[in-house]
């Protein structure tokens, strides 16, 4: 007989073909997980919620900075953060109420963070310049 009559002929048992289906089963989930990009459904609502606060923090950071950009005092307030370092500038930002978005309490620290690192970028001569307020002398 030959190989081809033989597997023509083959008949497997209900054992066979169930353990064919579990091992086939455990290849593809394998496979899936490790290689093709297969994700728990938690750990996809946690790449979510990541990427909606990085989404979040960024359109904050812009916001502040424009909101910088159109104060009186963006040069000076300029030239102070541009002094600063690390942390101290998203302190800096933090304690300004330019930072804060509508509705919010605080600013959170990646929007700071974010909006520092915008400021500091900024082109000094696209600032407003500084208005000072004179006072009348009698």
Same mark, same amino acid.
């Given at each position: 007989?030959?190989?081809?009559?033989?597997?023509?002929?083959?008949?497997?048992?209900?054992?066979?073909?169930?353990?064919?289906?579990?091992?086939?089963?455990?290849?593809?989930?394998?496979?899936?997980?490790?290689?093709?990009?297969?994700?728990?459904?938690?750990?996809? %609502?946690?790449?979510?919620?990541? &990427? #909606? *606060?990085?989404?979040? +923090? @960024? /359109?904050?950071?812009?916001?502040?900075?424009?909101?910088?950009?159109?104060?009186?005092?963006?040069?000076?307030?300029?030239?102070?953060?541009?002094?600063?370092?690390?942390?101290?500038?998203?302190?800096?930002?933090?304690?300004?109420?330019?930072?804060?978005?509508?509705? %919010?309490?605080?600013?959170?620290? &990646? #929007? *700071?963070?974010?909006? +520092? @690192? /915008?400021?500091?970028?900024?082109?000094?001569?696209?600032?407003?310049?500084?208005?000072?307020?004179?006072?009348?002398?009698?």
């Amino acid at each position: 007989m030959s190989f081809i009559q033989n597997f023509k002929d083959y008949t497997p048992e209900k054992s066979t073909l169930v353990w064919t289906a579990v091992g086939a089963s455990a290849l593809t989930m394998a496979v899936g997980f490790m290689w093709a990009g297969w994700v728990t459904e938690s750990s996809a %609502e946690e790449t979510a919620a990541e &990427a #909606a *606060a990085a989404a979040r +923090a @960024e /359109l904050a950071a812009t916001i502040c900075a424009e909101n910088f950009r159109g104060t009186s005092v963006a040069r000076a307030q300029y030239e102070e953060i541009s002094e600063l370092r690390g942390f101290r500038q998203r302190q800096f930002v933090e304690e300004q109420p330019w930072a804060l978005m509508p509705g %919010e309490q605080d600013v959170t620290r &990646a #929007a *700071a963070e974010r909006c +520092a @690192e /915008l400021i500091v970028a900024m082109d000094v001569t696209s600032l407003p310049p500084q208005v000072t307020a004179e006072v009348p002398q009698n």
